[in-house]
């Protein structure tokens, strides 16, 4: 439902990010991440950062597989 | 010569003759090419290859070419499919008044380049100007012909199993150019069109062997299209290797953003090639000493299984079907 | 091989395809899921004792055919231009679909964002915008920038016709549809984590919140295989690196200050109480449902379309008897035959031996 798109954060100003996903940039609306800066990677979509992104997704899965007892609660 | 053509460009009149003149002659300029209602060429030697193409494209131009040079390649590069030496173009324009007359200019000075470069020759054209709004700037039609030795046998249906699959660089440059330059979805990127004339790829390939059994340029619909197109003609499963197919980083970054698949993004100076297996080494190494074909590169091969589909080996090593092309290239965001 | 450690894409996998236990049913509600895990390749890797259902987390699947109309009329009737996402151009309305009613001289405007379509109307003060509002808690809070900035610019001529839905209930409608559900990894980023809590402890409901690359995805199946062979309803985040446990409070306080829940009608689903969105009313201006009066759309969808039952998992896509028959991308007769993220479509086209 939500294509996600990750990409680093260059430019904030007033509520608008600049991101760039390997070369592609684009704006979008920062309003839903309250302490972004630049540098920051986040998840896009349709317009918006909505998520920081705190890793990649290989070393999550070494973590999720090395927990995986532990994870289910 | 006025700003814009007008109507009276059109006319067959003074101004009509002054913009073949002052423009077209300028430029294209040949020993056949004459004031006469046809041109007259000499018998050439084996047989012949015959292609033509309509060009269309909104923005008329863009960062690695415009809509003249794209005209020039797209019916140069049909016809090199074949295994021919283009020979001869004729073109027809058909220009929206008001077209500004130094763009014009600029799209046919491209043309000219891009004849010479390939050593074609203009021999006849045609030039119609219509009103405002009637068509979308301006329109080019071009025809060609070339000659071709008698060994080659090229084809969609020739492609058989065992056969490897190459394309000659990174796919779906073109198409993201266009995309971009239209500005809809306010993406700012540095791509550049692959428009490029591929009849040196093809000589370059058939150098190492005549036995190539399908050349296609990738054009409309990419690199997916000409492969579904393959594995339809010849009844045979096309497997690709998903790590091994080129794709430029920054066209990737596009085509993420809007859930496209690059193989499906037009390429104007991509050829697709099948031919034996054993050629592949030499045919990478003679399509990288060629100015478009530096990053040739093998991207899979034909097999029996799966005929008519087109098989991914995915990145964590399951198998998928690359899916049919659809019509219209829709993003995909919600 | 060499000796080296497998990866965790690895050791996932090699959980999932040795499993030999009961039948798992998994339903994924994402459409991004749906995709991905065609795309990769996923399906063909499952032991027949697990089955993927893909359920109804696409939203142009879940949009009733009565919206489309709503648009189509808005579009030729009140000459508005529509902006909307590229995904809702071929949905079949009643009698037509966005790209039907374009052909018939409607303006459709396709953007990237909803905050683009404020700025096209700004550019086009002669036209009259509305924006198609669909979309999870994901994108709903992009429409709710939208509408918030238009107000500000004190534009006249931007308005939603809204869609919106939120995913809270719809779970708890397909509670028994499967035995454990792949939560939407983007939808997650908003809510937060605490209602697949709620739903574990309330109703018995398990799940894992899921990425979307390869990795991603085949650990989380490999948590819902360990979570099953536990035999107690459970849930993890298997996407921490993007999902936090208390989500997104902007997201969520931007939608609850701009928009408030409504009963809504989920294709297949029928109505589902407050599982959607309509504008506030000190927003009623930009709502375009008000604004141009929409006569109300009954929706007639093709009664031969079992898109509602594909939804619910009761069938699989190859099981209804339009499949691939009457109904293939090219002329889709369901919604689900629409989406590239739609179950239908994927099953069509990615249909290998």
Same mark, same amino acid.
């Given at each position: 439902?939500?294509? &996600?798109?990750?990409?680093? !954060? ?13 070369? #592609?940039?684009? %704006?979008?609306?920062?309003?839903m991440?309250?302490?972004?800066a630049? &540098?920051?990677?986040?998840? !896009?979509?349709?317009?918006?950062a909505?998520?920081?992104i705190?890793?990649?997704?290989? #070393?999550?899965? %070494? ?11 | ?10 006319s ?88 500004e007359t ?14 010479k ?96 059994h ?8 990419g ?53 034996p ?27 029996e ?29 919600c | ?33 749906t ?7 996923i ?83 002669d036209?009259?915008v509305?924006?198609l ?101 459970f ?29 809504t009608?989920?294709r ?24 141009y009066?929409i ?19 009761i ?35 990615y249909?290998?031996?």
């Amino acid at each position: 439902m939500c294509v &996600g798109l990750p990409a680093k !954060v260059t430019e904030l100003k007033d509520g608008v990010a600049v991101i760039n996903a390997g070369g #592609a940039e684009r %704006e979008v609306s920062s309003e839903m991440i309250a302490d972004l800066a630049p &540098g920051d990677y986040v998840m !896009v979509h349709a317009g918006m950062a909505i998520a920081k992104i705190t890793g990649d997704d290989e #070393a999550q899965a %070494e973590d999720v597989m090395d927990g995986l007892e532990d994870l289910l609660s | 010569m006025n700003e814009t053509i007008t109507l009276a460009h059109g006319s067959g009149g003074r101004q009509t003759s002054e913009l073949i003149g002052d423009l077209f002659k300028k430029y294209f300029d040949n020993d056949l090419l004459t004031a006469d209602d046809a041109a007259v060429l000499p018998r050439p030697e084996g047989r012949l290859s015959m292609s033509t193409d309509g060009f269309i494209v909104s923005p008329a131009e863009f960062p690695g070419g415009n809509i003249g040079k794209l005209s020039i390649c797209g019916t140069v590069n049909d016809i090199a499919c074949m295994g021919a030496a283009p020979l001869y173009l004729t073109c027809g324009f058909v220009i929206e008044e008001g077209f500004e007359t130094a763009r014009l200019e600029r799209i046919v000075e491209s043309m000219a380049k891009t004849c010479k470069e390939v050593g074609v020759k203009i021999v006849a054209g045609d030039t119609k100007v219509a009103g405002k709004g009637q068509v979308d700037g301006v329109f080019i039609t071009t025809t060609g012909i070339g000659v071709l030795p008698d060994d080659m046998h090229t084809g969609g249906a020739c492609a058989q199993p065992g056969d490897c699959v190459i394309v000659t660089g990174d796919v779906g440059r073109h198409g993201c150019t266009i995309l971009l330059e239209r500005n809809e979805f306010k993406i700012k990127a540095d791509v550049t069109s692959d428009c490029a004339p591929l009849s040196t790829a093809v000589d370059a390939a058939m150098g190492v062997t005549h036995d190539l059994h399908v050349v296609r340029d990738a054009t409309r619909g990419g690199v997916g299209t000409v492969l579904y197109e393959i594995a339809d003609q010849a009844g045979v499963g096309v497997t690709l290797n998903a790590k091994d197919i080129p794709v430029d980083e920054t066209v990737r970054g596009v085509c993420d953003m809007l859930g496209l698949n690059p193989l499906y993004l037009a390429c104007e100076g991509r050829l697709v090639l099948v031919a034996p297996a054993e050629y592949a080494d030499g045919l990478i190494a003679a399509l990288r000493e060629t100015p478009y074909a530096k990053d040739a590169a093998v991207i899979g091969e034909i097999t029996e299984a799966n005929p008519g589909k087109v098989i991914l080996n995915t990145e964590i090593g399951t198998k998928t079907i690359l899916p049919l092309p659809g019509g219209e290239l829709l993003p995909r965001i919600c | 091989m060499s000796d080296r450690k497998p990866t965790a894409a690895e050791r996932a996998a090699e959980i999932i395809t040795s499993y030999d236990g009961p039948p798992i049913r998994i339903m994924e509600v994402c459409g991004t899921h749906t995709h991905e895990i065609f795309r990769l390749g996923i399906r063909g890797m499952l032991p027949e004792n697990i089955r993927l259902i893909s359920g109804p987390g696409c939203p142009v699947c879940v949009t009733p055919v009565g919206y489309i109309d709503e648009a189509v009329w808005l579009a030729l009737e009140k000459g508005c231009t529509l902006c909307t996402f590229g995904d809702l151009i071929r949905v079949p309305g009643t009698e037509l679909s966005l790209a039907g009613a374009r052909a018939k001289g409607a303006k459709v405007e396709m953007v990237y964002s909803p905050v683009d379509a404020v700025d096209y109307a700004e550019a086009h003060p002669d036209e009259q915008v509305v924006f198609l509002a669909v979309g999870f808690e994901t994108t709903t809070p992009a429409a709710c920038v939208a509408v918030r900035k238009a107000k500000e610019k004190r534009l006249s001529n931007f308005s939603l016709l809204t869609a919106n839905k939120t995913m809270d209930n719809a779970y708890r409608a397909l509670n028994g549809a499967a035995d454990a559900f792949l939560y939407p990894g983007h939808v997650s980023v908003v809510t937060g984590t605490d209602i697949y809590q709620k739903l574990r402890d309330e109703v018995g409901m398990s799940g894992v919140v899921c990425g979307f690359t390869g990795p991603e995805i085949l650990t989380a199946l490999a948590l819902i295989v360990r979570g099953v062979q536990k035999g107690e309803p459970f849930f993890a985040n298997a996407y921490p690196r993007v999902v936090t446990d208390e989500g997104s409070p902007e997201g969520r306080a931007l939608i609850a200050e701009t928009m408030e829940c409504v009963d809504t009608e989920w294709r297949g689903l029928g109505v589902i109480p407050q599982s959607g969105l309509k504008l506030r009313e000190e927003f009623a201006a930009f709502d375009a449902r008000l604004k141009y009066g929409i006569p109300p759309m009954e929706g007639r969808a093709n009664p031969a379309c079992r898109c509602g039952d594909v939804l619910q998992g009761i069938l699989r896509p190859d099981e209804c008897p339009c499949f691939g028959t009457a109904c293939i991308p090219e002329h889709p007769v369901g919604a689900c035959m629409v989406s590239d993220e739609g179950a239908c479509s994927a099953f069509y086209q990615y249909n290998i031996e």
